[in-house]
């Protein structure tokens, strides 16, 4: 196979995009990579100000590539991390391969005969990366203004692989449904969603709040950050509210490292994994209840050291449940202090509607007075998947199946695609980055594919599995959250690496594993 001649195509420069080329090159292909904003970063480059890492950076960190020594903190900042990009980016000379303002619209799959993909037994019709019968074109729109409405330059390009980093928190902000007349269009202030507020500059968002009664809705990452952030600016002259469904367990900083300790063998073996056998099985079972301890152990301190009970705030789902759920949510500073000085409220309800002056929410007999409405409500990640394809069977694909993608990356009926950064985990820099590894390695041409049906039944034995732990918090996405080490073990196997990467077996089995474990894989 001659790498230089054939064309990949890299969708999206955030982290996964600088992976996902900086491997790709490793390996003698020339990627293009196309970028809809003006810089790389992807969701770095449009934050809050007072965003940072919720990871302690040793686990957010590329293996082959580390933290300058300025930065000392454990949880850099977004400036210090879109810094740390831009350095692993001039380093391995990514940024030449990026064409920026040149937005995908869509991605269509051009081959022979579509019935063709029905018959095949293996991915692609050959089980690899590259195929004889088919290529993808990619319409791509070019300028500044990247509207719909905006007269661009758009150009198609022809390429034998596609790597889809679109990430799953940007562009398609989930906007709840009202009925007519509660919704927004009744409302006399200013409704947006948190995307759009973070895509302010800090400056303009600070004037957008300033002096003003600031509503937030969502319990997740961005609303407990935003709500913060607008009551430390404003104090209680004109409090922020925060207004939720569901609570969730938030962590102090100072925890996490003992949650990302837990990110060893051991820890793994009390966790059901997909094609057990009855050895492992047993074991889990056994070992198990180590974890419950473990959860109810950190419920029991952070109820004990905040007012969760007096403010409604007590989760109703185990904390162990809320991490293998990819809900983490990291306690902002000063966030108990807001409360307690009056500056931050916290109203817990099932459901509300817009009024003219603000919102009417359930079970109370007045109106909660607003001017600003932030929707912190999340994203459609997979409806933005599905939408980048023209296919309306490729579209089917994603939209008619529960079940994770193989390793994480491959969908078993797209082919010559792949996908990364769509599975959540503790450390997403770390993970993406194994698959980057693994996909290089696929195109160089160093394995195979298994067929299709056998990828099938992988996935939906892992899709079995996860069901009966997580029930009705299952999603696709979020699978190997707590077998981070048990996939990378698969990925190395695939690769004809050796998974075990201590020195000696106590380390092997109790200590956490890390990006730098996997800085030389050969």
């Given at each position: 196979m001659e790498?230089d001649?054939?064309?990949i195509?890299?969708?999206?420069?955030?982290?996964?995009?600088?992976?996902?080329?900086?491997?790709?090159?490793e390996?003698?292909?020339?990627?293009?990579?196309?970028?809809?904003r003006?810089?790389?970063?992807?969701?770095?480059?449009q934050?809050?100000?007072?965003?940072?890492?919720q990871?302690?950076?040793?686990?957010?960190?590329?293996s082959?590539f580390s933290?300058?020594?300025?930065?000392?903190?454990?949880?850099?900042?977004?400036?210090?991390?879109?810094e740390?990009?831009h350095?692993?980016a001039?380093?391995?000379?990514?940024?030449?391969?990026?064409?920026?303002?040149s937005?995908?619209?869509?991605?269509?799959?051009?081959?022979s005969s579509?019935?063709?993909?029905h018959?095949w037994?293996?991915?692609?019709?050959?089980?690899e990366?590259?195929?004889?019968?088919?290529?993808?074109?990619l319409t791509?729109r070019?300028?500044?203004n990247l509207s719909?409405?905006a007269?661009t330059?758009?150009?198609?390009?022809?390429?034998?692989?596609?790597?889809?980093?679109?990430g799953?928190?940007?562009?398609?902000?989930?906007?709840p449904?009202f009925?007519l007349?509660?919704?927004?269009?009744v409302?006399n202030?200013?409704?947006?969603?948190?995307?759009d507020?973070?895509?302010?500059?800090?400056d303009?968002?600070?004037?957008?709040i300033?002096?003003?009664?600031?509503?937030?809705?969502?319990?997740?990452?961005?609303?407990v950050?935003?709500?913060a952030?607008?009551?430390n600016?404003?104090?209680?002259t004109?409090?922020?509210t925060?207004?939720f469904?569901?609570?969730h367990w938030?962590?102090p900083?100072?925890?996490?490292?003992?949650?990302?300790?837990?990110?060893?063998?051991?820890?793994?073996?009390?966790?059901?994994?997909?094609?057990e056998?009855?050895?492992?099985?047993?074991?889990?079972?056994?070992l198990?209840p180590?974890?419950w301890i473990?959860?109810m152990s950190?419920?029991?301190?952070?109820?004990?050291m905040y007012p969760?009970?007096k403010y409604n705030?007590?989760?109703?789902?185990?904390?162990?449940?809320q991490?293998?759920?990819c809900?983490?949510?990291?306690?902002?500073?000063?966030?108990?202090?807001?409360i307690k000085?009056?500056?931050?409220f916290?109203?817990?309800?099932q459901?509300?509607?817009f009024?003219?002056?603000?919102?009417?929410?359930q079970?109370?007999?007045?109106?909660?007075?607003?001017?600003?409405?932030?929707l912190?409500?999340g994203?459609k990640s997979?409806?933005?998947l599905?939408?980048?394809?023209?296919s309306?069977?490729?579209?089917?694909?994603?939209?008619?199946?529960s079940?994770p993608?193989?390793?994480?990356?491959?969908?078993p009926?797209?082919?010559?695609?792949?996908?990364?950064?769509?599975?959540d985990?503790?450390a997403?820099?770390?993970?993406?980055?194994m698959r980057?590894?693994?996909?290089?390695?696929?195109?160089?041409?160093?394995f195979?594919?298994?067929?299709?049906?056998?990828?099938?039944e992988?996935?939906?034995?892992?899709e079995?599995c996860?069901?009966?732990?997580?029930?009705?918090?299952?999603?696709?996405s979020?699978?190997?959250?707590?077998?981070?080490?048990?996939?990378?073990?698969?990925?190395?196997?695939?690769?004809?690496?050796?998974s075990?990467?201590?020195?000696?077996f106590?380390a092997?089995?109790?200590?956490?594993y890390?990006?730098?474990?996997?800085?030389?894989?050969?």
């Open positions: 790498s001649k054939k064309r195509a890299i969708i999206g420069a955030g982290i996964s995009g600088l992976m996902a080329c900086k491997y790709t090159l390996k003698g292909f020339n990627p293009i990579v196309f970028e809809a003006s810089g790389i970063g992807g969701v770095w480059l934050t809050i100000e007072s965003t940072k890492l990871t302690p950076k040793d686990f957010y960190q590329f082959d933290w300058p020594p300025e930065v000392k903190e454990t949880y850099a900042d977004h400036t210090q991390v879109l740390y990009l350095a692993y001039l380093h391995f000379n990514i940024l030449p391969r990026i064409k920026f303002n937005k995908v619209t869509c991605i269509d799959y051009v081959t579509t019935a063709d993909l018959s037994d293996l991915w692609g019709g050959s089980g990366p590259f195929s004889p019968w088919g290529k993808w074109h791509v070019n300028g500044q719909a409405s007269p330059d758009q150009q198609v390009y022809q390429v034998d692989f596609v790597i889809l980093c679109i799953r928190y940007s562009d398609l902000p989930n906007i449904d009925p007349n509660k919704g927004p269009e409302f202030g200013k409704v947006l969603h948190s995307m507020y973070a895509a302010m500059d800090d303009v968002a600070a004037d957008l300033k002096e003003k009664r600031v509503t937030v809705i969502g319990f997740q990452k961005s609303a950050d935003i709500a952030e607008v009551a600016k404003n104090g209680a004109h409090p922020c925060l207004l469904k569901t609570a938030i962590v900083e100072y925890l996490l490292p003992l949650v990302f300790q837990g990110l060893n063998r051991f820890t793994e073996l009390m966790i059901h994994k997909p094609g056998g009855f050895f492992i099985w047993l074991l889990a079972m056994l198990s180590l974890l473990f959860s950190i419920e029991c301190y952070l109820k004990y969760l009970k705030m007590v989760p109703t789902h185990r904390f162990l449940k991490i293998s759920s809900m983490f949510t990291v306690l902002p500073a000063n966030f108990y202090d807001r000085d009056g500056s931050l916290l109203k817990k309800s459901s509300f509607s009024c003219r002056n603000g919102l009417i929410v079970g109370e007999s007045k109106p909660l007075l607003s001017d600003i409405v932030i912190a409500t994203y997979e409806e933005k599905k939408n980048m394809f023209s309306t069977l490729f579209q089917k694909c994603i939209a008619e199946s079940a993608f193989y390793r994480e990356c491959i969908h009926q797209i082919p010559q695609l792949a996908i990364l950064g769509y599975a985990s503790p997403i820099l770390y993970s993406t980055e980057s590894k693994w996909l290089a390695h696929f195109l160089a041409g160093n195979r594919l298994p067929t299709i049906s056998k990828m099938e992988d996935v939906m034995e892992w079995k996860k069901r009966r732990d997580e029930k009705e918090s299952y999603r696709r979020c699978v190997s959250t707590l077998l981070q080490i048990f996939c990378n073990d698969q990925l190395c196997k695939d690769m004809g690496c050796n075990r990467r201590k020195n000696w106590l092997e089995l109790f200590a956490a890390g990006p730098k474990d996997y800085k030389d894989l050969s």
